[in-house]
């Protein structure tokens, strides 16, 4: 078995050592192969404009964020995915990496961003990468918004992602509902780590929706938490399941595909405004 | 306003004459604009072999179900869509066809066959289609597992559908839920036309799942019917709603796709199986 965990908790805006505490110490007793951590949870979220980014933003795999993760990923002997805002020469990327007990590890820049992420950062230019994990289980990156295109969970299942581990920031009201859907239609786990509490603005409120959760392949809640509270989901899986792509003894999930009528999804014929 | 029904029921199995009679007696005094029957509503489903097939299959449009349901429509001023089994030379399909009043008429092959339907029936080769309703409305056909593969509701979205007409013979337990993320993931309306009852085959009974839903854009439940009873949902809805595709001020669903990151679903470099 594989003892996957999503931690739930709010950053400490603008402070990146207090934020990799926090973390740290959450996290201090936890036993699992697998711990997924929010997005940004280096640095908070509601930047105001790029100076507040380039404050906590580090280069990968030479910042501060990094080293703590690899000591905190060696430490517990678990792979740690977490999500930091990465710099890279000029340019800023909402990021997410996964480190091993090994010390390997490797980037994901988000492809979709959300909102005002556009005003700091570049969108993502790794592609959605599978990566392996603890026991060389292939994991799936994603971050937030992401979910909201099907096509993103698709191209990791379809590259051998068993697990998709999906650090968040959430504010809209649909992705955990919506990540049910993802599981099922890939036949896979995933862990969606999204963060809690609120960050101000000017006059606007960001309120995160919390309830961070681990998902089935069969898109059943394995394990969902509370919308305001800092706690850690677990959950014992065993990641093989999802290799299991039958869906009737005489269909399979991804062998009945038919791409050949799928090419619209590179090039719309037609594109709504 | 637009008003849209999904009519729930089950057909009488292997006849043709009665099933039509029962379809278009249930809808006798609806007034709707575009009403969607199930899947195979002229025949039942449960074949045990090509015999029973080619008993009820019809060519198109040259068969009698496309003319009773011509008339339907004219009648009613409707456009209708339906499933039915299709004879093209020594071939069989599960398809769908959209009549509108105006007698203009458009024609769907399942893409993704289900479980025996692959004993009697090719794959579909006409692939996602969509096509204007009435009012030019412009509908996307999709039948039953095709939910499954959110590529299909995808390219249906993507080339303009507003409205995603969707009869279905549904047995497994997760697509009405499954269709709000559809509905979400595209911004579109979706109308699941679900049968009622149980067909045998040998041993085994097959029982459908009823519960024919109308979806909105944002994935809410505008209707869902029972799981059991044979009756008609009905929604007044503005088709355009489906052209918003405004996630925030500065996120739009479509505009905000990469498809260069989307290849593998064209050309999967790994498959599970």
């Given at each position: 078995?594989y003892?996957?965990?999503?931690v739930?908790?709010?950053?400490v805006?603008?402070?990146v050592?207090?934020?990799?505490?926090?973390?740290?110490?959450?996290?201090?007793?936890?036993?699992?192969?697998?711990?997924?951590?929010p997005?940004?949870?280096t640095?908070?979220?509601?930047?105001?404009n790029?100076?507040?980014?380039?404050a906590?933003a580090?280069?990968?795999?030479?910042?501060k964020?990094?080293?703590?993760?690899?000591d905190l990923?060696?430490?517990?002997?678990a792979?740690?995915?977490y999500?930091?805002?990465?710099s890279?020469?000029?340019?800023?990327?909402?990021?997410?990496?996964?480190?091993?007990?090994?010390?390997?590890?490797y980037?994901y820049?988000?492809?979709?961003?959300f909102y005002?992420?556009?005003?700091?950062f570049?969108?993502?230019?790794?592609?959605?990468?599978?990566c392996?994990?603890?026991?060389k289980?292939?994991v799936?990156l994603?971050?937030?918004?992401?979910?909201q295109?099907?096509e993103?969970?698709?191209?990791?299942?379809?590259?051998?992602?068993?697990?998709?581990c999906h650090?968040?920031?959430?504010v809209?009201?649909?992705?955990q509902?919506a990540?049910?859907?993802?599981?099922?239609?890939n036949?896979?786990?995933?862990?969606?780590?999204?963060?809690?509490?609120?960050?101000?603005?000017?006059s606007?409120s960001?309120?995160?929706?919390?309830?961070?959760?681990?998902?089935s392949?069969?898109g059943?809640?394995?394990q969902r938490?509370?919308?305001n509270?800092?706690?850690?989901a677990?959950?014992e899986?065993?990641p093989?399941?999802?290799?299991?792509?039958?869906v009737?003894e005489?269909n399979?999930?991804?062998g009945?595909?038919?791409?050949?009528f799928?090419?619209?999804?590179?090039?719309p014929r037609?594109?709504?405004?």
């Open positions: 078995m003892k996957i965990a999503a739930q908790l709010s950053p805006f603008l402070s050592e207090a934020s990799l505490k926090k973390a740290g110490m959450m996290c201090e007793s936890l036993d699992a192969d697998l711990i997924v951590f997005e940004l949870v640095s908070g979220y509601a930047f105001s790029k100076d507040d980014v380039a906590v580090e280069p990968f795999p030479n910042g964020s990094f080293r703590y993760m690899r990923s060696a430490r517990h002997n792979s740690v995915v999500g930091f805002p990465e890279d020469g000029d340019k800023y990327y909402n990021s997410a990496a996964l480190v091993n007990p090994d010390g390997s590890h980037l820049r988000k492809t979709h961003l005002r992420e556009k005003l700091f570049s969108p993502g230019d790794t592609g959605l990468i599978v392996p994990a603890k026991n289980v292939p799936g994603m971050i937030c918004f992401d979910w295109f099907p993103a969970a698709r191209v990791l299942a379809l590259n051998g992602a068993e697990i998709i650090p968040s920031n959430l809209l009201p649909w992705c509902q990540m049910l859907t993802r599981s099922l239609e036949r896979v786990f995933s862990i969606t780590a999204n963060r809690i509490g609120t960050e101000v603005i000017g606007t960001i309120n995160f929706t919390g309830q961070s959760q681990i998902t392949p069969l059943e809640i394995i938490l509370s919308p509270l800092e706690e850690i677990v959950a899986i065993n093989e399941a999802a290799r299991d792509k039958t009737t005489m399979n999930l991804f009945d595909r038919r791409p050949a799928y090419t619209d999804i590179l090039n037609q594109r709504q405004t």
